[in-house]
Every structure is written in C-alpha cells, then in structure tokens.
C-alpha cells in the first residue's frame, strides 16, 4: 500500500481495530519513508449476484433499489428508518446466500413483501399492488384476505404469557 503522502511503498500497522458500524477493520499506519500516519478501512468484498429482469434484462444488484421501494411503500406509516434499513439489509443477505450468479428479480420481490408483511400490513399492501400489478379492487380484496388469513394463523400459533 503506498503512503498517500510520499508514495512510498512500505508502512507498518500501528493500531488495528473494528470501525464504528463492525462492518470494517481500522486500521492506522506509519509510512516507513516519511513517518507520517494515515488510516485504511478494510471490507469484506460483497458478491452478489446479478438480478435478471421480467423481460430478460440483467443489471447488478442496487441496494438502492430495495430501499427506496420499501421506503415508498413505508411512506407516511410509523415506521422507523431502522426498521427499515433492517429489512433492507435482510433482502440484500438473502441475496448474498442466493445459490447462483444470477437471481430472478421476483425472489427479490416475495423477499421484500415477507418483510413487509411483518413490518406493517399498508405497507405490504401498497408494495403488493405496484408489486403483483393489481388491476381492480379484487385484487386487492384477494390480497388483503390473504394477509389477514396469515395473521390470524400467526396469533393462533403464538403462545401468549
């Protein structure tokens, strides 16, 4: 690594720990030619695969994406910016884990409506209906009975103390 101040090629670590969010190592230096200190960030390098589209298109992986489309669906409903970015980072590790280099962009989108679902029921559906195209008020009904049917299959399953 060269030393951003001389460009000499060896330095020596001087103090290593991990970053602020844990998703890096910090590391200070010494530059052996000029004895000045500089700081690098080491990451895990991410491989994700590459969405293809409905219509056959493939484009890489965008965070972005996902979380501007869980945003929108979020939008004016009491949900945390946390919250959110949980369910972000869920999707994007389910994509991470995905077996292949190549994932439909469908599994991304059942993905983000199962957190969803669990997050905030408006927001399920209002993703739901971009999401699964709805045309008229029964899909949306149709769509409602399922989430209410899951519900109620979910309090029935849970004991309460």
Not at 69 to 87: F, M, N, V
Not at 92 to 112: F, H, L, M, N
Request: hydrophobic share 30%.
């Amino acid at each position: 690594m060269k030393c951003p101040f001389c460009a000499h090629g060896e330095n020596k670590v001087i103090d290593s720990r991990i970053s602020k969010d844990g998703n890096a190592i910090r590391r200070r230096r010494e530059c052996l030619g000029c004895g000045n200190r500089f700081t690098t960030y080491e990451f895990v390098e991410e491989v994700l695969p590459m969405i293809v589209k409905k219509d056959g298109r493939r484009e890489p992986f965008d965070r972005t994406k996902i979380r501007s489309g869980i945003k929108k669906a979020c939008e004016k409903r009491p949900i945390s910016t946390d919250a959110i970015e949980t369910a972000v980072d869920s999707v994007e590790r389910a994509c991470q884990e995905y077996q292949g280099k190549e994932i439909p962009s469908t599994v991304i989108g059942e993905k983000v409506m199962r957190e969803l679902q669990t997050l905030d029921g408006v927001a399920y559906v209002r993703f739901a209906s971009v999401y699964r195209e709805f045309r008229d008020v029964s899909d949306f009904l149709d769509e409602l009975k399922d989430l209410l049917h899951t519900k109620k299959e979910g309090e029935t399953e849970s004991p309460e103390g």
